[in-house]
């Protein structure tokens, strides 16, 4: 982990909100509507993931079906063009999609990857990605990080002196 997470409260919502201190303004707005977008769908999300190869995946959707997607943030084209570690990705989800606000220029998103556009109220998918299904032995190591970091978070949250640095 290159630096310690920390809850932030979300003053209009009053809900917890785990930011890294990497993130841009931008970044995070993009963030929450990708949230708020899946949580419609009934999704379940985690943001901010760490994946057994040493990555963080920005928000990571559960399925009711089982299904993992992960969605890359990318709130400019520079903050796109300096960071090429979203094959990274791939080993760890259903499906990948880039989420990226209205007036990033898409067509250098790649075709196989999924594109959501979004801002901080909500998000659209705008293309669907290739879908390269995980096999059983990653799917039920994503689905046990996935479980033990809902968890952790949520314990947190609950219990916010119970030792847990996240």
């Not at 520079?78 to 094959?87: A, L, V």
């Amino acid at each position: 982990m290159l630096t310690r997470s920390s809850p932030v409260r979300d003053t209009q919502q009053d809900t917890l909100v785990w930011l890294d201190g990497r993130q841009s303004q931008a970044a995070a707005a993009l963030q929450r509507g990708v949230c708020r977008s899946f949580r419609a769908l009934g999704y379940s999300v985690v943001c901010e993931l760490p994946l057994a190869n040493g990555r963080r995946a920005d928000v990571v959707g559960l399925s009711p079906s089982g299904d993992i997607y992960i969605v890359e943030i990318k709130s400019c084209l520079i903050d796109y063009r300096t960071d090429g570690k979203w094959h990274e990705y791939l080993d760890y989800c259903d499906r990948l999609y880039f989420a990226v606000a209205a007036d990033f220029p898409c067509e250098v998103i790649p075709e196989e990857a999924g594109l959501i556009l979004a801002d901080r109220y909500g998000a659209e998918l705008v293309r669907e990605p290739v879908e390269d299904r995980l096999n059983a032995a990653r799917r039920k190591a994503m689905m046990l990080c996935f479980a033990r970091a809902a968890a952790l978070r949520l314990q947190h949250h609950l219990d916010p002196g119970c030792g847990f640095e996240s």
